[in-house]
């Protein structure tokens, strides 16, 4: 259906909302019919914002709903890179700790105009996988998270977090250096910093992303890196993965125990690394959080 347009002082307007006449009564139309060649067709309906809807994989396209002219970015991140294996060395004078992996870049309640009709492309970033180097090696960083549309051209891109790496180590030589994975960078786009919504909301009220403030972005952090502790068989802690939305607890993975694994990243948060010593084997780094795309459509008047 095409914009539905109307005579205001002798000036064509687009049509946002359309009242009649019931019972004496003026009332909101949700839609408007008109023959065309005999046929009743629907010229104009009412639009009505929508729910926010959760994008967390893959790559795909959808269209802006006629009517609409903006859309509400509750929260997108991009991927969280991967973290390393804590590692074992016998008599090595040392253990060491696996580096997190960094944390995907973010953006929190942005609003960005765009066209109704239009396609839209959205990529959601992948976790990057932890890595299997002992002495040598790297995990897997996060991907790419963006939106583009078909007429607006680029919205918003992130990058997704580092991944953590070691070298230079070997069985009962040297101790290896740990590399944590850095944050993503934001290419955050034009956003609104002002408007009201047809229904009245004003757009600076939204605040119930991730860091609770509007028009918010920001690049990704970097993951932990507790390194080597000393002495052969000392203990020592899997390092953190870096915490995604400007430090909202609980993304970014937990560092394994000396006995106990190390926990997977979540929301663009960074992996988290393995421990040492465990008796002759450092305990396995972990995944980064895949990144996702809050979203919902709105007009604003």
Same mark, same amino acid.
């Given at each position: ?11 064509? +307007?687009?049509? %946002? ?15 408007? @019919? ?39 970015? +509750? ?13 074992? @060395? ?23 105009? %765009?066209?109704?009709?239009?396609? $839209? ?50 069985? +009962?030589? +040297?101790? =290896? ?67 995604? @939305? ?10 394994? $125990? ?40 709105? =007009?604003?008047?």
């Amino acid at each position: 259906m095409a914009n539905t347009y109307g005579k205001v002082s002798g000036t064509f +307007q687009e049509i %946002v909302n359309a009242y009649g006449k019931v019972s004496g009564v003026w009332k909101e139309a949700d839609e408007i @019919y008109g023959k065309v060649s005999g046929v009743w067709k629907l010229v104009f309906a009412a639009f009505t914002p929508g729910s926010i809807q959760t994008l967390s994989s893959g790559s795909g396209t959808f269209t802006v709903p006629q009517g609409s002219n903006a859309i509400h970015i +509750q929260a997108s991140v991009g991927g969280g890179g991967g973290s390393i294996k804590g590692a074992d @060395y016998d008599k090595a004078g040392g253990e060491s700790s696996g580096a997190g992996g960094g944390s995907g870049a973010y953006i929190s309640d942005r609003v960005y105009t %765009v066209t109704g009709g239009e396609t $839209l492309t959205a990529v959601v970033g992948t976790g990057g996988s932890k890595g299997t180097g002992a002495y040598n090696g790297s995990s897997g960083a996060g991907s790419l998270t963006s939106l583009t549309g078909a007429n607006t051209g680029s919205i918003f891109s992130l990058a997704g977090g580092g991944a953590s790496s070691v070298s230079g180590g070997s069985v +009962q030589g +040297q101790l =290896r250096s740990n590399t944590p994975g850095t944050g993503g960078t934001a290419t955050a786009g034009t956003s609104l910093s002002s408007g009201t919504t047809i229904d009245g909301d004003n757009i600076t009220s939204f605040t119930s992303g991730p860091t609770s403030t509007f028009n918010d972005s920001g690049n990704g952090a970097t993951g932990g890196n507790n390194g080597n502790c000393s002495g052969d068989n000392c203990q020592i802690n899997g390092s953190d993965g870096a915490d995604s @939305y400007s430090g909202l607890a609980g993304t970014g993975g937990d560092g394994g $125990l000396v006995n106990t694994p190390s926990t997977t990243g979540t929301q663009g948060g960074g992996g988290a690394g393995g421990g040492a010593e465990n008796y002759g084997s450092g305990t396995g780094g972990s995944a980064g959080g895949a990144g996702e795309i809050l979203f919902r459509f709105i =007009r604003i008047a």
